[in-house]
């Protein structure tokens, strides 16, 4: 069993009209549309970890069958959040895939590719690269989940994963929606654009 844990519970303060997650991408919300793309993959639960303004969030979307957490530490950084996501990880579950709300340009091929590489492999963490840049979602063993819990800050994982010197296993994708998230009203419009060219 493989897990994702969306974390969306930031605060958006880049934005000028927050929340960010409630955003449209096409018929569906920013949130919607990543948690989408993880029901169409080979992962078996999703949760989705939400924090400032999480009432509102929730009554205006349609997350299927995920897991709601609440993460009202939220104000404490990432890290609050990547604790709370790893708690709610069901016992059987044996990796995480550690996943940002705001990466509409994911696609379900990369996260097929993710999960298959650590079927083959173990982990205990595997990444997709693009052109040679390390991106997200990350998916970690469940061997990590301890080590996961100790992060502190807004750091999120990728000092955590210097830090402890594991290998990480690398998966080559052609998606550059591994590297882009929605940070900024900028990046909301780019993402517009790039979808509306896809089509």
Same mark, same amino acid.
């Given at each position: 069993? /493989?897990?994702?844990? %969306?974390?969306?519970?930031?605060?958006?303060?880049?934005?000028?009209? @927050?929340? $960010?997650?409630?955003?449209? /991408?096409?018929?569906?919300?920013?949130?919607?549309?990543?948690?989408?793309?993880?029901?169409?993959?080979?992962?078996?639960?999703?949760?989705?970890?939400?924090?400032?303004?999480?009432?509102?969030?929730?009554?205006?979307?349609?997350?299927?069958?995920?897991? %709601?957490?609440?993460?009202?530490?939220?104000?404490?950084?990432?890290?609050?959040?990547?604790?709370?996501?790893?708690?709610?990880?069901?016992?059987?579950?044996?990796?995480? /895939?550690?996943?940002?709300?705001?990466?509409?340009?994911?696609?379900?091929?990369?996260?097929?590719? /993710?999960?298959?590489?650590?079927?083959?492999?173990?982990?205990?963490?595997?990444? @997709?690269?693009?052109?040679?840049?390390?991106?997200?979602?990350?998916?970690?063993?469940?061997?990590?989940?301890?080590?996961?819990?100790?992060?502190?800050?807004?750091?999120?994982?990728?000092?955590?994963?210097? $830090?402890?010197?594991?290998?990480? %296993?690398?998966? @080559?994708?052609?998606?550059?929606?591994?590297?882009?998230? %929605?940070?900024?009203?900028?990046?909301?419009?780019?993402?517009?654009?790039?979808?509306?060219?896809?089509?």
């Amino acid at each position: 069993m /493989i897990s994702a844990v %969306v974390l969306a519970a930031g605060m958006s303060t880049r934005f000028r009209r @927050p929340p $960010k997650q409630l955003l449209k /991408i096409g018929k569906r919300t920013l949130l919607e549309t990543v948690v989408g793309k993880f029901w169409e993959s080979m992962v078996d639960e999703v949760i989705v970890v939400l924090g400032y303004d999480s009432n509102h969030i929730q009554q205006n979307s349609s997350l299927g069958q995920a897991k %709601v957490v609440i993460n009202t530490e939220y104000r404490r950084g990432m890290g609050t959040s990547i604790r709370k996501g790893i708690e709610a990880v069901a016992p059987g579950s044996g990796a995480a /895939i550690l996943a940002l709300g705001d990466q509409p340009l994911l696609s379900v091929a990369s996260i097929d590719a /993710i999960v298959q590489k650590y079927l083959e492999t173990g982990g205990p963490v595997v990444a @997709p690269y693009f052109r040679g840049r390390r991106g997200n979602p990350v998916l970690f063993a469940r061997e990590s989940f301890p080590h996961l819990m100790r992060i502190q800050g807004d750091r999120g994982a990728k000092a955590f994963i210097t $830090k402890q010197g594991w290998k990480v %296993v690398k998966v @080559p994708v052609r998606d550059s929606g591994v590297l882009f998230d %929605v940070d900024s009203e900028a990046d909301y419009e780019e993402a517009l654009r790039r979808l509306r060219n896809s089509r």
